[in-house]
């Protein structure tokens, strides 16, 4: 940017080399529309009223915005690489995420991060990264990796680098555990995001103390005003599993909205192409109430001050022109996208493209011990079991005791009361570690469900009514590389490949949401109802730093007492 040519062009002593004439544009610091023009030189703004440019484009009234901010996202969770994410997230409006690469970094390690950061250079997003601070999020679980401090600090020197992700361990911030102090030592003077479920009173002090600043976690009022009185924003999160936008909006009001942020967190793409990204959080806060200039904030300027982002955000002077139009205040699907300057998106069509890149160096990941049935015996003493027990709409789950059903001293799925059985295969290095446990809630009737994306050391996971069901399913995936599959009569009936990592595939958005829309479908078909993801409710399963019981390749365990407990209960 030449910011004297910049400067003047501002004055009106120069031409721009665009301007978007006669256009209602959302002013974010004021929070009105005006009438006026935007000037724009190379890929910037150099300012807003009347103006003269090289090209000059009526744009007849209609409203202009900037670009949405995603605070919070994890790509891989789409189960579409970035160049793949990027053209989905677009016509959505949303030009800048901050992405947290912990998922592929739990399979590859630095590898990972590596990855991400190249296939982000250059696509047409704003790709922000903040480092993953938990590989693994605990020493419940085996990961392809284990990041220390060390592993870390020399990727602060990226310009696209901002600081820790988030901080899932609170048991070990807490507890002031070396580990965990080094990497918040080594992140002073970035940005800390946190992951605090539950979390109150003086352990939230203690967390925020830390250097925190933000949670994602929050599902109602009382959490977030406990976290705005320690000094920690909110992300609210509106995902694929986890929906907590509408139980969050009765805590924004005049004075608390500038510490509110949209974030999505996991996003699949059948979503990103039906009902939107950030325009749906926005389309849905002020259908809720909340005033469209208090919505546009929370979609645009909050997280970009929150990361101290001093060119994206607004439509001012020397920020990116990234800008979305609209014709209407209703839908809020963008007619037009423009990405630094350029019109990148048009009716939902990309002009803009950027190039992907190879990532066959991150494929052949699943590596399953021997797996037989023998591996899948769940022998539990006594009558009772400890249960995880599913919570419509959420990725918390309840600790449930429960009758078990049993045959030989064994546990086996209760298709009758809907307790079924649900295990963890270690896939990276085939150490042949099973966990096993049940879960109550998720509807199946037949066959079974398995998944190499399992938050957020991603081992396989698989659920199902029988263990030849689920043993077929486990080969299915290591055979496939990895991804999410169907098997039923011990055939394989349906399955999405997820060659990188055993998390992402480099298939057009459309493609995957096709794909995935149909195995949902039958999953539905089988009996999993409509309040879960079946596979997205299945990927958070073994997330152990998720409260109450998950399960992960060493066992079950109880996330509110941080320990692990046994199935049967005496």
């Known amino acids: 940017m030449d910011i004297k040519h910049l400067i003047r062009v501002a004055q009106g002593l120069e031409p721009a080399d665009l301007v978007l004439k006669n256009a209602e544009v959302f002013h974010v610091c004021t929070g009105e529309f005006l009438l006026c023009d935007i000037a724009i030189s190379d890929g910037y703004i150099a300012g807003t009223g009347t103006y003269f440019g090289i090209e000059e484009i009526d744009m007849q009234g209609r409203y202009i915005t900037p670009g949405f901010i995603d605070a919070h996202v994890h790509i891989e969770s789409s189960m579409l690489t970035p160049y793949q994410f990027a053209k989905a997230a677009l016509p959505c409006g949303v030009t800048t995420i901050v992405t947290d690469p912990h998922e592929l970094a739990n399979v590859c390690g630095t590898r990972g991060i590596e990855f991400m950061l190249e296939a982000t250079e250059h ?259 006594g009558d009772m079991a400890n249960v995880i027990g599913l919570v419509p709409y959420q990725i918390v789950t309840k600790k449930a005791v429960l009758p078990v059903k049993k045959i030989d001293g064994c546990a086996v799925s209760d298709i009758e009361n809907d307790i079924l059985k649900i295990a963890v295969f270690e896939r990276h290095k085939a150490t042949g570690k099973v966990g096993k446990g049940l879960v109550k809630g998720f509807g199946l009737k037949r066959g079974a469900l398995a998944s190499t994306v399992a938050h957020d050391s991603h081992n396989l996971i698989v659920v199902g009514t029988n263990d030849t069901d689920m043993l077929t399913a486990v080969k299915e995936l290591q055979r496939m590389g990895g991804g999410i599959c169907i098997v039923e009569n011990g055939q394989l009936t349906d399955a999405l490949p997820l060659p990188v990592g055993g998390l992402m595939t480099n298939e057009p958005a459309e493609a995957v949401a096709k794909k995935q829309e149909e195995i949902i479908a039958r999953a539905r078909e089988m009996g999993v109802p409509e309040f879960y993801s079946p596979f997205l409710t299945l990927a958070f399963l073994s997330l152990p730093v998720i409260p109450s019981l998950k399960l992960t390749n060493r066992g079950l365990v109880d996330v509110d007492s941080f320990k692990f407990i046994s199935v049967g209960v005496k």
């Open 123 to 381: 696509i047409p997003l704003n790709v922000y990264v903040m480092l993953p601070s938990c590989v693994p999020s605990t020493n419940f679980e085996d990961s392809g990796a284990a990041l220390l401090a060390e592993d870390l600090e020399p990727f602060l020197q990226h310009p696209r680098v901002l600081g820790l992700a988030e901080v899932m361990n609170a048991p070990g911030v807490l507890r002031q555990e070396e580990n965990m102090m080094a990497k918040l030592r080594m992140a002073k003077g970035y940005h800390i995001d946190g992951h605090a479920p539950g979390l109150t009173s003086s352990q939230l002090m203690g967390y925020a103390a830390a250097g925190v600043t933000s949670d994602h976690e929050c599902i109602n009022r009382e959490q977030v005003l406990e976290r705005l009185r320690a000094g920690i924003s909110i992300m609210m999160r509106e995902g694929t599993a986890a929906k907590n936008l509408k139980d969050l909006l009765p805590a924004v009001n005049s004075d608390t909205v500038s510490q509110f942020m949209f974030c999505a967190d996991d996003k699949i793409p059948a979503e990103l192409l039906g009902s939107g990204y950030i325009n749906d959080m926005v389309r849905t806060a002020i259908r809720e109430g909340v005033s469209v200039a208090n919505a546009l904030q929370m979609a645009t300027m909050n997280a970009a001050r929150h990361y101290n982002l001093q060119d994206i955000g607004a439509v001012l002077p020397g920020r990116k022109a990234d800008l979305l139009v609209f014709d209407d205040l209703d839908e809020w699907k963008p007619v037009q996208v423009y990405k630094d300057g350029r019109l990148a998106c048009e009716h939902g069509r990309l002009l803009q493209m950027g190039s992907p890149l190879d990532s066959s160096a991150l494929e052949n990941t699943v590596n399953v011990g021997a797996a037989d049935l023998e591996s899948l015996r769940l022998p539990v003493a």
